[in-house]
T-cell receptor, first 114, second 115 residues
Framework: DTEVTQTPKHLVMGMTNKKSLKCEQH?????MYWYKQKAKKPPELMFV???????INESVPSRFSPECPNSSLLNLHLHALQPEDSALYLC?????????????FGPGTRLTVL | AQSVTQPDIHITVSEGASLELRCNYS??????LFWYVQSPGQGLQLLLK??????LVQGIKGFEAEFKRSQSSFNLRKPSVHWSDAAEYFC?????????????FGKGTLLTVNP
């Protein structure tokens, strides 16, 4: 099983709203990632959690707040976003075992900020 | 600086024709290499990976890739393309020598398949 799930599939929010994106994996993977992808571009790394601890923050604005409540769940809390934050947000997980460094991606959440 | 280059932004092939997508990397040591495919509005699906060993790697959906250290390349191939292969293809790499598992992506190659 190599499935990473993300909810919601689509999200429309105003600049004053607070919303959250959710990502789950039940493969026992030890690292989880958030990426942002704009149209016709490769994904850009935002955050990395390793063993439920934040290990990489790619200088992401504070209006994006990640959370890893447990080893299977990753949230991205959104507040006071800007229209330029509209993008596809992808979650990924990595086994973290020796010889298993590939990342498995979820289907993404299409975010529109009005 | 570490980088992954996909020289072709857009490739068009006819259904049934062979396909080769190019990927070059620039790393101090041989990185771990990956090919991902992305259909419109979807997530990325892992096609295949190279960590070490046999330089010809078999993946899903009939794809294969060949690692060539002398050319710093990891090109993706398929002998006969299907219309459903139309998608964006990303080559990616991870530094094999450290604990930073940050993926570096190429800019992607958009594949169009003509009937």
């Amino acid at each position: 099983d190599t499935e990473v799930t993300q909810t919601p599939k689509h999200l429309v929010m105003g600049m004053t709203n607070k919303k959250s994106l959710k990502c789950e994996q039940h493969m026992g993977h030890r690292a989880m990632y958030w990426y942002k992808q704009k149209a016709k571009k490769p994904p850009e790394l935002m955050f990395v959690y390793s063993y439920e601890k934040l290990s990489i923050n790619e200088s992401v604005p504070s209006r994006f707040s990640p959370e890893c409540p447990n080893s299977s769940l990753l949230n991205l809390h959104l507040h006071a976003l800007q229209p330029e934050d509209s993008a596809l947000y992808l979650c990924a997980s990595r086994p973290g075992l020796a010889g298993r460094n590939e990342q498995f991606f979820g289907p993404g959440t299409r975010l529109t900020v009005l | 600086a570490q980088s992954v280059t996909q020289p072709d932004i857009h490739i068009t092939v006819s259904e049934g024709a062979s396909l080769e997508l190019r990927c070059n990397y620039s790393y101090g040591a041989t990185p771990y290499l990956f090919w991902y495919v992305q259909s419109p509005g979807q997530g990325l699906q892992l096609l295949l990976k190279y960590f070490s060993g046999d330089t010809l790697v078999q993946g899903i959906k009939g794809f294969e890739a060949e690692f060539k250290r002398s050319q710093s390349s990891f090109n993706l191939r398929k002998p006969s393309v299907h219309w459903s292969d139309a998608a964006e293809y990303f080559c990616a790499a991870i530094n094999s020598g450290g604990s930073n598992y940050k993926l570096t992506f190429g800019k992607g190659t958009l594949l169009t398949v003509n009937p």
